[in-house]
């Protein structure tokens, strides 16, 4: 059964560092999300991208964060210059064109020193 | 605004047993309501979903959801509990309402830890 996947499982940077995660979605499937989850509290959107652009982008997104799907396989997720607050576990999915259910990778735990 | 509770941090409940884990969603328009599952070290797992038709939904492992449009709920419930079901259980709503745009964005609850005792 086709599944997202993201590398790294774990990642530690210190304060400062740009980090990029990196996602593979399901092969047929259009639209890709970032989530995340920080320890004990509920998960959050970042951002959603369909058809090479952003679709909408929450807050907390902000310009320290990008995302670029640059090779048709790959979606990642790139944060500039990280702060001790992004730590936190980070999800990415995808969903079909037809189907209202988006499927999540395993996550990225990152903390951030 | 929108948003989604889950009443309950923890539900403990025996093997064997009927087993619920309530939610409860605000939204400006219709909603399509979601389950997942997060095992321990793992991602987020699809559990079953209301989009349309049908108020009781089946879903994956033996669960299921009635949506109760008037009570603005999604409870998930499972008739006979396995220990193996102990895991974190996340209850997601999509705005699908005229003001909702093209946003697929899912908001969140924030967990109801199940907890199956042999």
């Known amino acids: 059964e086709p599944e997202v996947t993201q590398t790294p499982s774990h990642q530690v940077t210190q304060m400062g560092q740009e980090v990029i995660l990196r996602c593979v979605p399901i092969s047929n499937h259009l639209y890709f999300y970032w989530y995340r989850q920080i320890l004990g509290q509920k998960v959050e959107f970042l951002v959603s991208f369909y058809n090479n652009e952003i679709s909408e982008k929450s807050e907390i997104f902000d310009d320290q964060f990008s995302v670029e799907r640059p090779d048709g396989s790959n979606f990642t997720l790139k944060i500039r210059s990280t702060k001790l607050e992004d730590s936190a576990m980070y999800f990415c999915?995808?969903?079909?064109?037809?189907?209202?259910?988006?499927?999540f990778g395993p996550g990225t735990r990152l903390l951030v020193l | 605004a929108q948003s989604v509770a889950q009443p309950e941090d923890q539900v403990n409940v025996a093997e064997g047993n009927p087993l619920t884990v309530k939610c409860t969603y605000s939204?400006?328009?219709?909603?399509?309501l979601f389950w997942y599952v997060q095992y321990p070290n793992r991602g987020l797992q699809f559990l079953l979903k209301y989009i349309t038709g049908d108020n009781l939904v089946k879903g994956s492992y033996g669960f299921e959801a009635e949506f109760n449009k008037s009570q603005t709920s999604f409870h998930l419930k499972k008739p006979s509990a396995l220990v193996s079901d102990s895991a974190l259980y996340f209850c997601?709503?999509?705005?699908?309402?005229?003001?909702?745009?093209?946003?697929?964005?899912?908001?969140w609850g924030l967990g109801t830890s199940l907890a199956v005792n042999p």
């Open positions: 939204v400006s328009g219709n909603p399509y």
């Open positions: 999915a995808s969903q079909g064109e037809r189907l209202e259910t988006q499927y």
């Open positions: 997601a709503v999509r705005d699908i309402g005229p003001n909702a745009g093209n946003n697929r964005k899912l908001i």
